[in-house]
């Protein structure tokens, strides 16, 4: 247990997918955790996410009700702006260009993020999880009427540095990936995809053509239908140790 | 998660009406071995056999010759077993006299080959007399650490009703106490599929947390999320008779008229206040409404949030405990007493007494001598303020914390919890049918190893230990504290050997 515990102390950051509270619910868990140790290089655990207000009142919460008077991790929050574009496609469906921001860097990786919109029931990690795409039985739900929400989820692209041919990216559950192009700064080519969630929807959406590319799944590091999105859904928590 | 996955598997495999088979059971065929038959032989209890084909079959060696059991087992080509029905959900453990009880109509009825010799009802009464009992079922006995044999604490309470459509008893989730992180995982492991499980997140009622610690409500968020987006929820009870006690006084009278409200409002949160201020914060909210920034749309009420105090003193909250008290149609309990009980562990820390009455078809209470009386203790040091609340109720079941071994004692007094010898002497004062100890730390993996006091104490008798999944049928006879006094030892087996 100590030897998993210090293994800890090398976490740097946690991407989250989504701006729901499924992605972040664990987050006060892990912090909690981490108090124990002296995270390197300088206490500062990075929590990547795209923007929201929600996002913005729980990190503010566990700075100051859960973690209180520990002195780490101290939170450094980072938001994925949703930024819009028209660009000039052929393909006359898809003329909006997301834009890749820069989320993060240390001296092993950099990781860029792509925020997009989607509407929150429908592709919330609830339904994808527990098979609830039923509508017409939500339809039933007396604020259905109301039920208008949209949340926003983040597609990541990490290089990781002194690698050729060392960039991957990782999709969150559902994830409609319409635009192939990489990051203009990144210049190297695509060695795999990473997807997370349960399984993919049928009318996943993607322009790439991943066929050359090796894919890995993650289902939340347990069985089929049975991972916890509030505990153990980040889209990835680098050990560094095993990059290096 | 994976290794409790597979312990959970195993231990239904074991005790099946004790750990019900949870939602995605699957054990390999070499995994249910030669080894763990020999541990259900000294049990004297069942007998895992397997066949040539595959499959497994199960053997009672001390039930009478008429046993029973609804199943259908496929093997894959991959050599797994898996269980396609829910065959041991309202299983008859401790009553040789029943047969094991089945919700579904496609089950398949199969006799075993040692109780085809003796005689046999062809036709098998699904309604046994528990069927209509409450169920506890444990989602997490285990500490603030993390660790992969015990989740946090959580703790769900299953209600019998009349499905209307089908007019078969069912159960479905009521109350829960304690939402510790990974809930809404161990609900969804744990509960019975006789229903989807949308309908039991549709159907709770009831979620209390005992203190603002966070491996007792760190799973709320999600929790609560997961009930709005399950939906079938008013805000309003359009029958009224919660906002207007006389009318409900009136139909109380006039019994065959009302049947109990069917309105469906939003689960009531008892928390402290620190607790309540966290889901506000991370499902941006403000009261249990959602804000205009919320990702969910603006305006949506989540959940009906209180404080313990206010829920027992505030005439503000004179709805919500209306609400909570009146019956619904078809349930076969309601909620009687709801007492939160301030308890020795830190500020706004409160154990619970909570009491089920039986109803009747007409909505109408029955005597009390039907009532289920809960005690739980949350996380506390031996406290005499819950042993003095205890003494107007027989208590049906104590859930009582025993955080720390014996040997331990002074890091039970730092952090004020009980050790387990302190945890008897609590149950001795209280004098429960039965008692259930729970909240173990996680240094201790499996359990701590328990002195030879434990056995020989006769007091002991009625006292079980708590493990994930576990399901403990309530009633207000002596079945638990029978139940106990037979999985005691099955536990501790299972414990030592796995």
Known sequence: ?244 | MVQATRFSDKLHHIIPCVFPKGSNCKIKKDEVDNENIEILSSAQSMIISLKSDGNYRCIYTDKPKNYKQSRSEVSNSNGELRDEIESSWIANFYSGSKSWSSNSDENEIELDEESSTGSHDSNVNFTSSLDDKLFLSILGSGCAAPSVFRGSSGYAFYMPFLCGISNNLRHRLHTLFETGEGCLTYLRRFAPSNQPFVQHLRSLRLIWISHAHFDHYGGLPTLVAAIFLAGKRVSECSCSIHKHPQKKAKFNSSTSQHQGCECNLHPIIIAPLRVLKYLDSFLNCKNGVTSESNILGAGHRLFFGLRHQDFDRSPFAHEFRSLLFCGRRFEYYSINILRSIPVDHCADAFGLILQFRRKNQNNQALTHTTDVNICFSGDTRPSQKLVFACKNFPISLLIHEATFGNDMSGDALSKRHSTFSEAISVQKDIDPKSCLLTHFSQRYEYGYSFDFDYEADNSCLRTAIALDGMLVPLGCDDSISELFSKIRRISLDCISRF
């Open chain 1, 1 to 244: 247990m100590d030897q998993k515990q210090k293994s800890m102390s090398k976490l740097r950051a946690a991407f989250l997918s989504a701006n729901s509270v499924e992605c972040y619910a664990g987050l006060p868990g892990l912090c909690l955790r981490l108090s124990e140790h002296m995270l390197s290089p300088n206490g500062e655990l990075h929590i990547v996410g795209a923007e929201s207000q929600q996002l913005i009142s729980a990190v503010d919460f566990i700075s100051g009700e859960i973690l209180r008077n520990r002195r780490y991790p101290k939170l450094v929050l980072c938001e994925c702006e949703y930024k819009e574009g028209e660009v000039k496609s052929e393909n006359k469906h898809y003329n909006k260009k997301l834009f890749w921001q820069q989320v993060y860097e240390d001296e092993y990786i950099t990781v860029y993020g792509r925020a997009y919109e989607v509407l929150s029931y429908k592709d919330s990690l609830f339904y994808q999880t527990y098979k609830m795409e039923n509508l017409d039985d939500i339809s039933s739900v007396y604020m259905s009427d109301k039920f208008d929400g949209t949340s926003l989820q983040v597609v990541y692209a990490c290089t990781v540095k002194g690698c050729a041919n060392s960039t991957f990216i990782v999709r969150p559950a559902g994830a409609k990936f319409e635009d192939p192009y990489l990051p203009s700064s990144v210049a190297l080519s695509l060695d795999f995809v990473v997807d997370l969630g349960c399984q993919p929807r049928y009318d996943r959406c993607d322009l790439v053509n991943f066929s050359s590319i090796k894919r890995f799944r993650l289902e939340g590091f347990a069985l089929k239908e049975l991972w916890d999105p509030g505990k153990l859904y980040f889209l990835m928590i680098f050990y560094l140790q095993h990059l290096s």
